[in-house]
């Protein structure tokens, strides 16, 4: 099966703390995993895709193959980083195939 | 400017009613997909194409249309909506090589009473 998880609808954090947001995967084979992200009622736009292992916005995600997981990290999280951020996975259609997403809120 | 454009970018619709819902890019990727977006739900698959003259169906197919007719167009038809089909829908479309990453039109909020 292939599958997303976010286990958590929304994390709350303040200002200056880490952040991690959790993804983990179910696919067989070799995933191509992105993390997208929505401020309020706008477009999903890409953040990170694994393949490029690029920092945006000071964010990482690394990919552990033996752990099947893409977690999305932030060291220190900022007010303009509250979001909806979608952890999602290449289908063998081609489709992306998405998690249930994660609200982060950054407290001031 | 280039990218994918949905319309309308809200609606409200009388059950029993049917709609399509526009989506056109201008990036000449061959695939295209139509999500929603339902809270708690996350974004799930609707219907997709891989090329100009086909499409398949995704995770939540029932209820919805699709027709390909060139690369630039993929509209949605709702044929008879219901309440369910409350929810904002988003389109998108990528390469099918290379970059594979997908670009989203803005989304259109569908409400049906």
């Known amino acids: 099966a292939q599958r997303v998880t976010q286990p958590e609808k929304l994390l709350s954090v303040f200002k200056g703390a880490p952040v991690e947001l959790k993804c983990n995967y179910s696919y067989s084979g070799s995933p191509e995993l992105f993390w997208y992200v929505q401020y309020s009622r706008q477009r999903l736009q890409l953040l990170l895709r694994h393949i490029s292992r690029e920092s945006i916005k000071g964010f990482t995600a690394d990919l552990n193959k033996g752990e099947t997981s893409f977690h999305l990290k932030k060291p220190f999280a900022q007010e303009e980083d509250s979001a909806m951020y979608y952890c999602a996975l290449k289908g063998s259609q081609g489709n992306l195939i998405f998690g249930k997403g994660t609200k982060l809120s950054v407290k001031p | 400017i280039a990218g994918i454009t949905q319309a309308p970018t809200s609606q409200i619709l009388a059950a029993g009613r049917r709609m399509t819902l526009r989506c056109t890019q201008d990036?000449?990727?061959?695939?295209m997909y139509w999500y929603r977006q339902d809270l708690g739900l996350g974004l799930r698959l609707i219907h997709y194409?891989?090329?100009?003259?086909?499409?398949g169906k995704g995770e939540v197919p029932d209820g919805y249309s699709v027709s390909r007719a060139n690369t630039d167009d993929f509209p949605l038809t709702l044929a008879s909506a219901v309440p369910s089909q409350t929810s904002v829908y988003f389109c998108?479309?990528?390469?099918?090589?290379?970059?594979?990453?997908?670009?989203f039109g803005q989304g259109t909020r569908l409400t049906v009473v």
């Open positions: 998108a479309s990528s390469e099918t090589g290379g970059r594979t990453e997908a670009f």
């Open positions: 194409s891989n090329t100009a003259g086909t499409t």
């Open positions: 990036m000449r990727h061959n695939a």
